[in-house]
Every structure is written in C-alpha cells, then in structure tokens.
C-alpha cells in the first residue's frame, strides 16, 4: 500500500531531520515551531550570521528609507555583486598585453562575443563600479548631513573616508583592465597628476606605473591590485566600519 | 439601573429619510435613546445610586454609551469599541478609588501605619496611603500609635499582605544598601529607545532594497552596453583625453591651477585630509540642522563645488579639453 505523506507531513520530516537541525540553529525562521513571537524574532537575529552587523533591536527612525536611503547598505551589496560578477570576469580575462601579444583585449573580445552572458556580467560590473563609486559618495554626503560623524563615532568616519578613497582606487584599477584606447589614456591621465606630487612625484608615479610610462607592467600591476590586494584591504576595513557601527551605538539620530 | 436602552424609532427614520447609511443611523439612534432614558431617570436616580458605582453609571453602561456615541461621529467600529473600553476603565477606576465612608478609623490608621513601618528607608517623609494630604501632627501620633500596636500585636502587615518574614533574632525586615539619587533611575528610564525587531522589520526592509538594486542594475546593464574602445596605443593619444568621471572635478581643476596645487594639495591633502577632520574640527554637539548652519553651508559649497567641476569636466569639456557646449558641439564623455 502505497501511503504518500501529505506536503506537511513532508515538511515536518524534513524539519525533524538531523542534518536540517544543525544547519539551522534554534531560533531560525526556518526551523519547527517558529512563531511570530518577541522571543523568536530574537532569537531568529540572534542565531543568524547577519547577527555580525545587526543587533536584535534597532532604532525605529532608522528602518525608515528616508533617514538613510540604505546608500551603505547599498554600497556594500554593490562591493558584493562586483565581487561575483568580478569572479566570473577572472575566469575569461587574463592580464597580459605588449606588442604582438595584446591578449588582454583579445579577451575582452571574447568575453563580449563568446562567452554565454559575458557581455551582460561585465556591463553589470561596469556600471555596478560607477554606482558604487556614487552611491559611497551619496552615503558620505548623508553622514555629514545627520551630522552621524559626531562623538562617538569620529573615528568611524575617518575609516569611511579611507573607504571611499579605496572605492575610488578600486574603480580606477579596474578601468585599465580593458586595455582599450579609453584606458589608459584616462589611466595616463590619473598617473600624471600623481607624478606632480612634491618631493616624491616621480616615485610615486614609477611605483603607480611599474616603469615610467604605461605598459604590460602596468596592468599586470593594477590587475593584482584590482582583484586582490584592494578587495582584501576594503574587506578589512569595512568590518572595522560595521563593527563600529554597532560599537558607537548603531545609526545615529534621530535628528 | 436601566434596561438596554433600545433604538429610539423617530431619530432613526429621520436619519434614514436624510440619506445616512443604516448602521450609522441605528447607532446614532441608539445613543439618542440612551441620552432619553438617562435624562428621564437623573432625578429620580439622583439618590439611588448607593451601589457604589458612584456617577450613575455602572462602567458596563459608560462603555455601551461611549462606543454608541463614538459610531455616530461616525469612528470606525474598531476604534469606537477601544475607546468605549479605555472610557469603561477611567470610570470603573474612578469609582473605586472614591473614599468609602464606612471605613473604620482604626484600620485605616493601621495600615497607613503598616506602610510606614515595611518602608523605613524609602519616602519616609511622604504619607505612606498616598492620598497626598498634609497630615497634622496629632494625625501622625496617633498614625504612629496605631502603627506600634498593630506591630506589638504581631499583625500582618497589611500594605505588602504580609509578604516579609522575619528571621529568629533579626529585628527589621529591611536593610538599608544605599541611598540612590532620583536621577540615577530616571536616566535610565530617559535611555531607552524606540526600537524595532532587526528580524523582521530591518532585515525586510533590507532585502527590498538589495532587491531594486538589483534588478536597477540588471535591466540597465542588459540595455546599456559598456563601452570597448580600440585596442590600446601609447602612440595615439584621443582628442580629448579624459579621466575616469570621478577624477574630471581633478582634471578640470587643472585647467585654473598649476598642477601642484590642482593635482596634489587640493585632491590629496585638503580633500581627504580635510574630511578626515571633519568630525576633530567641528566641535559643535547638536545634531539639529538649524543649529549646524556653518557646517551646513561649508559642507554644501564643497559638494556644489565639486559637482559643478566634475559636471564641467565631464559635459562642457571638449578637443583639447576646451569649453564646449554640449547642445551645440556635442558630448566628449564615456563612462
């Protein structure tokens, strides 16, 4: 006889089963017998990874959308979305170029004509970086507006100030990559500005470069920069910036 | 006391007849009939009202009343029925806490006498029944009096119903720990916040608007191709020659200035620096926009100020990196 269980019996096997139970902890929404209770609802942000950037409890006047317009939030999901899709663009790309040997732009080549949804994960990663770039803007410019720089968080801003320059320095690597007409002009630009530093002008300039004028040094250069080191450090200080966060009180205001 | 006051028939037809929907019409004539019958019995129920409800109205009737009245101001029902409830609640405890005549002296002299005695740390200079009333000094002997042969009889006392117990050879019930300033409560009480739960008002939220990015990016990105030029060449350099958008406020700073001060001071020292010491330089505690006008208006003339470079740069900027106007020679400009 055949005795098919019904959908919730389903469920409740399921949810009873030894591998669920360990991967969701007590207190997830996702295990048996959550209730839309004070003490679940706790408990579901206490148990939870994202319980690293939230606490239980947040200021009312923050969940509105006009006090913060989610702009770190949404900085912070754009570094995300330009990680994966930046993932996906390494598979494709390789950092080489010189005479004869331009395959870096070959690349792109492919990546655009060949490669299944190649064109539309970089355009995603082109335009993510622009936003990026103005969205960590729009988020400063509203700090300074809710005044949330004030005691205790003084420090929290200067870390947001070397994340925004690192935003910057981000995008900028990365529009070598293509190793178009667009890049390194635009690059030859940036670096030329740089070389104008007092004393230490043309050192900068040599290191930004890896030579004096722009070259297949120069990509190899910007590309680990681009895809590693920049990330990591970014990474490490946005988990100073959220920690802080939470550390100084979480959102500031109400006004 | 009164019976339902039923629905007074003439109030309802005239309401129906002026075009009121029914159950407006039938509440409000509910309440007329109700006002009818109260004026009828105020006379007579004048001295009858020795049940202890006080006011005349038992808080059953004050809600019934309340609710009926509140529809025909036409209240949604829901609010109606609360407030009905919250009025029934003012008036039961209103009733209750109206002195009973009957009351003997003695008791009451005991448990005002109890109170003081369980409480010897606390407001000890306040009454202890919390009436609010300035005692005279032959009140408080012969509260204190009572309070001692109540103790000496060994009853219980009656404000805390003779919760404590007192252990063999100890004399008093309670200790005095500390004395507490009034504000060392008070402050925390004035800490707390208005919160919500994370999960689910916060995270929800948050998903939402990781969600429109998203789909923003998406849509954008399948219509707008990001733009490949030719390959690379050091030795063809494209007229005009521009930065990445986020450096042509720089870039366009360099057309006024020598290029130390455009290049290096303005980008790399008064920049960054500059807003790292924002929050060192301004001192001013207020968070209130009309107390930060200077900050305001410095803040906003750096942004307007970088704007309008990084827009100039970017539109008005063409062969050669002259002026251009951009309706009439075109745009010089690639993201």
């Known amino acids: 006889m055949a005795n098919i269980p019904s959908a919730d019996e389903l469920k409740k096997r399921l949810q009873d089963n030894v591998i669920y139970k360990s991967v969701f902890r007590p207190g997830s929404i996702y295990r048996k017998g959550y209730r839309d209770t004070s003490r679940d609802r706790a408990l579901a942000a206490m148990n939870n990874v994202l319980y690293h950037l939230h606490p239980v409890k947040v200021k009312r006047h923050g969940l509105k959308l006009t006090y913060t317009y989610c702009l770190g939030g949404t900085s912070f999901f754009l570094f995300i979305l330009l990680t994966v899709t930046g993932i996906f663009l390494m598979f494709f790309y390789r950092p080489a170029a010189g005479a004869g040997s331009e395959i870096a732009y070959l690349d792109m080549q492919n990546l655009r004509a060949n490669v299944q949804f190649g064109d539309l994960v970089r355009n995603m990663h082109r335009w993510g970086a622009h936003l990026m770039v103005f969205t960590t803007f729009l988020h400063m410019a509203r700090v300074f507006y809710h005044g949330a720089y004030k005691a205790p968080r003084e420090f929290n801003w200067v870390v947001g100030v070397i994340l925004l320059l690192i935003t910057l320095f981000l995008a900028f690597t990365g529009y070598l990559l293509p190793w178009d007409q667009l890049a390194i002009w635009a690059v030859q630009v940036g670096t030329s500005m740089a070389g104008f530093t007092p004393v230490f002008g043309q050192q900068i300039q040599f290191a930004l470069l890896g030579g004096v004028e722009i070259g297949p040094e120069t990509l190899l250069r910007w590309y680990v920069l681009h895809v590693l080191a920049l990330p990591f450090i970014l990474t490490i200080f946005l988990a100073v910036h959220f920690w802080r966060i939470r550390k100084d009180g979480g959102i500031s205001g109400p006004l | ?335």
């Open chain 2, 1 to 335: 006391m009164a019976d339902d006051p039923g629905i007074d028939q003439e109030t309802f037809d005239k309401l129906v007849a002026e075009g009121q929907p029914e159950r407006v019409a039938r509440a409000k004539a509910k309440a007329a009939a109700a006002r009818k019958s109260r004026q009828a019995e105020a006379p007579a129920g004048d001295g009858a009202s020795a049940d202890g409800a006080g006011g005349g109205e038992t808080p059953d009737q004050v809600q019934e009343r309340v609710f009926n009245e509140l529809v025909a101001e036409g209240q949604p029902e829901r609010v109606a029925r609360a407030k009905a409830k919250a009025a029934a609640a003012r008036a039961k405890r209103a009733s209750e806490s109206k002195p009973e005549p009957a009351k003997q002296p003695a008791a009451a002299a005991a448990k005002a006498g109890g109170a003081t005695a369980v409480a010897p740390a606390g407001n000890g200079a306040g009454d202890g029944n919390g009436t609010g009333v300035a005692l005279t000094p032959e009140q408080r002997q012969q509260r204190v009096a009572a309070a001692l042969a109540a103790r000496a009889e060994g009853g219980p006392h009656e404000r805390t119903g003779g919760v404590e117990t007192k252990y063999a050879g100890q004399e008093h019930t309670h200790r005095l720990l500390a004395m507490v300033p009034p504000t060392g409560i008070q402050q925390i009480r004035g800490k707390q916040d208005d919160k919500a739960y994370t999960w689910p008002h916060l995270l929800t939220a948050e998903f939402l608007c990781l969600m429109a990015v998203t789909a923003f990016l998406f849509v954008f990105s399948a219509l707008a191709p990001a733009p490949l030029r030719e390959l690379a060449n050091p030795n063809v350099t494209p007229n005009p020659s521009k930065a990445p958008w986020y450096f042509l406020g720089l870039q366009e700073m360099l057309r006024y200035w020598h290029p130390m001060v455009a290049g290096v001071t303005i980008p790399l020292i008064l920049g960054p620096l500059g807003l790292v010491a924002i929050p060192y330089l301004d001192r001013n505690p207020s968070m209130q926009p009309e107390r930060r006008k200077f900050a305001y208006m410095l803040f906003t003339m750096f942004l307007v100020a970088a704007s309008a470079l990084t827009l100039a740069g970017s539109f008005f900027r063409g062969p050669g990196f002259n002026w251009t106007w951009p309706w009439a020679d075109g745009l010089w400009f690639t993201l």
